[in-house]
């Protein structure tokens, strides 16, 4: 293992420490409970709390300012922070308007959100809502009872929910909204090396110099299969196909589009990547309205990356260009 | 031994600990093969504090003393897992309120609790290749022993312990309904669930350190 | 090799493409020439130009926008741009006051923008006047004729000279902030993992587990020595106080700091060694006005970082904040 | 031999342009040793297209052939190469400009003059552990030849090749001063420089191919 670090047990503390003093002006940390927030925390809006296993980052607490999220938890890696940590965390950002709580859809993290909420609700007279992202359409098994996973798709509903907020929208509004994302968004990543989860040591699963793995999560859990690397354009394709179909996306949609890297992958590749899916969305017919492309949601230093289509309304369009004051992404 | 007193939970919850702490990698590593490898971590650095905890308070009653392990977790683990035995401790707790000491009977109940907490938090069932494959078994093996007018603690818990044993092995057959081995589908089979394999590991600790000596 | 392309040959062309279609509203291609400028290339100001090989991204098409670069030439990957390529560039963002060339000072890189230069000036007429960007302190060697190499530094070189041009300040004038900033800044790096050029198929040099380049440049060409690796805290040290000795930084001076990884190396490992490097810092009394953690300058896929810091004067903190709209950076 | 004709240096072109073609990995290892490894891709893209025009005009006198040359290369390489040998070969361009025949004499002044246009733009001299180190000695020898009477190219050529080959030998015991292997220091010590590899090898392969048959 190579890595940048000092020890395994602090690398989640450390990294929180590491993130509030490069922008000291605009974050504050909650060292015990891992919670990195706005330095101004208004009590009149809507507030959004996002969160989940470290090793993802800029997400969350990358996204935390204005316009997106008020604050952001940081489990251990690959695991969700405790119901504690998420409760503090809504404590915290407290506010007369509620706050809203966007969860990716994992077991641990539904669990330790709901709980918190619970109890936030319960014990402390909170307003408090939740959404669950679900976007990435790897996993199709019929078998599969916890429904689809959150990966990066959940960018954007931190950035147009965060928007609605921001301009004073009531919780049931910015609630809706989320899930307006939620339910235009689709996802899917691919890994050419796992990541190395730094307490393991090592990588988190084999994989040789000719193969890739299909369908993969953010945690370094297995894709849905290993096949043979392709070149861009058929990995773009194979991709972008899926998505497309999932939904269905049309011709004459307008799509954000997200090519996200997994950690590992330089922006040269991703850009390559970016020109193949303009391609094949060109060629469909559906018209891309805004690109990222960057590391938004990774996993450790995963060498791979995602894609994510967005379909927006013209409202999704609005609230997609409003400033957003952040770490990780400025607009 | 008839009864379990305050101190014999205390020694069940060191030992439980320790196999705990012992496999955080082994822990990983089955956790790894089909969800994403922290388990083990997460599971040891809870024990890591009930651990401690037992030895600074010593002024607890059994309820009292699962409930507080129940907070620890809560507290300092995420992920499925600190959600899980958070709930699992604390519905234990909650049956064992009060008491300085568990028949056989209320051992079964307690546990019962303990898994009901479980359940309740994650949804899983019997067969979602969870540790629910590993526990249930374990506690309607302690109920038929029970039933057949059984009451040392002893021998309930060797009965549980073969059940999760083979309950935790059972898990290679199945694809995964619950937690992050469901994304495997299909590929998840082969593997044994890590949770199954830990709850297993823990029932065999427990008696080969303090009932089977 | 494990890389999302299609074909080492084309990398840089689709790469380029890549770029500017994700970006279609600020950006534009001469895809012969491999120039991509703003899209509202603005003759009345002084533009600024810089380019070196590929392999560096976002540098330098993602600094290419509102106050910053007006356009960046594209070499093939860690090899300077041809001296037509340049020129054609010159030629395209040619302006009455003037064009500013941001040259990284490698051989390759000055023979072909000196070469490119002349050529403006006595054929086009075109005003052309040269930096020459030289921050990493790695190599100090006394045979060392040709000057330190040009790294990380150079992006804040775009972002202060850019302002400044942005603001309608005449040729001499940007080209003494330019070498103003050059002055005051210094970097350098570590690699963990060789990089792999494209073409090559594999990486450029074998480095065991144990082991570090200390020094290293940003074309995979190896440091200035091999080191055991250590952890977070001790390389920040060794880097950092080689930094602060150089100019010397001393006790109240005020800079702006760039933890910059090298592209294969994932964000919470930068943010640690953030952490570390603001713990020299406000040990030795260097006040850090700005910080900037993430991929600047990259190396391919190379994991590793390098350290930046730049002593400001009032005039460059005002230029520093100036808002600034590109690929990769927004203010 | 005693004098080359366009179409002569147009095989001696075409020779050195497989010398660089066929040894791009080679010459890329070279580079990777001590610089960053693309040297061997930078000089086939040149000379790729240098070829491809060799067949298209065929036209040109002997001056305007190196120049073109010189020109494409400008045109389609960056890196120190395109620089060097751009440059290298639009002074050769103009030292044998209108010519359609070279004497042994004016062969060397040719290549003397390729070889100032590498200096003028490098900066680079024998020692500095770059292309002039084979270049230079090689240039050297021929005039001493001459000097000794010597007219014919082909044994101009074979004192060339030797003295080039023991210029790139000898880069191996130097430190680079020139080019990016500078920022090795004494670690560039051991490798031989990429570019008098490749020069020593383009006189061989010239020699071998066209005038020791
Ligand atoms: N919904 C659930 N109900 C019961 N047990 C579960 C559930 N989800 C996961 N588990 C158990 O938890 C173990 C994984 O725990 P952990 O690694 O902490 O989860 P994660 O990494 O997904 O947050 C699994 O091996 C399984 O036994
Ligand atoms: N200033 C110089 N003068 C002469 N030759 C040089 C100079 N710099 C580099 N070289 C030669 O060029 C070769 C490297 O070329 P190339 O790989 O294209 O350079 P770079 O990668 O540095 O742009 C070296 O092996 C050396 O022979
Ligand atoms: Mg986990
Ligand atoms: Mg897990
Ligand atoms: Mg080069
Ligand atoms: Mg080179």
Known sequence: ?331 | MEKLKTTDVKKILDVMADTAIENEQYFCKLDAAAGDGDFGSTLAKGFKIIKENLEENSKYDIGELLKSSGMLIMKSCGGATGSLWGSAFRSAGKSAKGKAELTAVECREVLNDFCGGMKKVGGAEVGDKTLIDALDPAIKAMERSIEKGVKDIDTLLEEAEKAAADGAERTKEIIAKKGRATYLGKRSIGYPDAGAVAVSMMFKDVNNKLFRS
């Open chain 1, 1 to 331: 293992m190579k890595k940048i670090i000092n020890k395994p047990e602090t690398v989640v503390d450390e990294m929180c420490e590491g993130i509030v003093s490069a922008f000291p002006g605009l974050l504050q940390l909650d060292a015990e409970n891992r919670i990195i927030s706005r330095k101004d925390i208004d009590a009149a809006k809507v507030n959004l709390i996002s969160g989940g296993g470290s090793g993802h980052e800029p997400s969350h607490a990358g996204f935390v300012g204005t316009g997106m999220l008020d604050a952001a938890v940081c489990g251990d890696v690959f695991a969700a922070p405790s119901v504690i940590q998420i409760l503090e965390a809504i404590k915290l950002v407290r506010s007369n308007k509620g706050v809203l709580l966007v969860v990716k859809n994992y077991s641990g993290d539904v669990m330790n959100f709901d709980g918190a909420a619970e109890m936030a609700e319960e014990d402390e007279d909170i307003r408090v809502e939740k959404v669950y992202v679900n976007d990435d359409v790897a996993v199709t098994n019929s078998l599969y009872t916890v429904g689809r996973r959150g990966v990066a798709g959940t960018v954007f509903v931190h950035k147009i929910a965060g928007a609605l907020a921001e301009e004073g929208a009531d919780l049931a509004a910015v609630k809706a909204m989320a899930e307006d994302v939620i339910a235009n968004v689709r996802s899917m990543g691919v890994a050419l090396t796992s990541c190395t989860v730094p307490a393991k040591g090592e990588p988190t699963f084999d994989i040789t110099e000719g193969d890739m793995e299909f369908g993969v999560g953010i945690h370094g859990e297995p894709g849905v299969s290993r096949e043979e690397t392709v070149n861009a354009e058929i990995l773009a394709k194979r991709i972008t196909d899926r998505i497309i179909a999932d939904i269905p996306f049309k011709a004459g949609d307008e799509v954000a589009l997200l090519v996200n890297g997994l950690g590992g992958t330089p922006a040269m590749e991703l850009f390559i990547l970016n020109k193949e899916v303009q391609k094949i969305l060109d060629k469909a017919g559906i018209g891309v309205y805004r690109t990222f492309v960057g590391n938004y949601m990774t996993s450790l230093d995963m060498a791979g990356a995602s894609i994510t289509l967005l379909r927006l309304s013209g409202e999704m369009k609005r609230l997609l260009d409003a400033p957003a004051r952040t770490a990780a992404l400025t607009i």
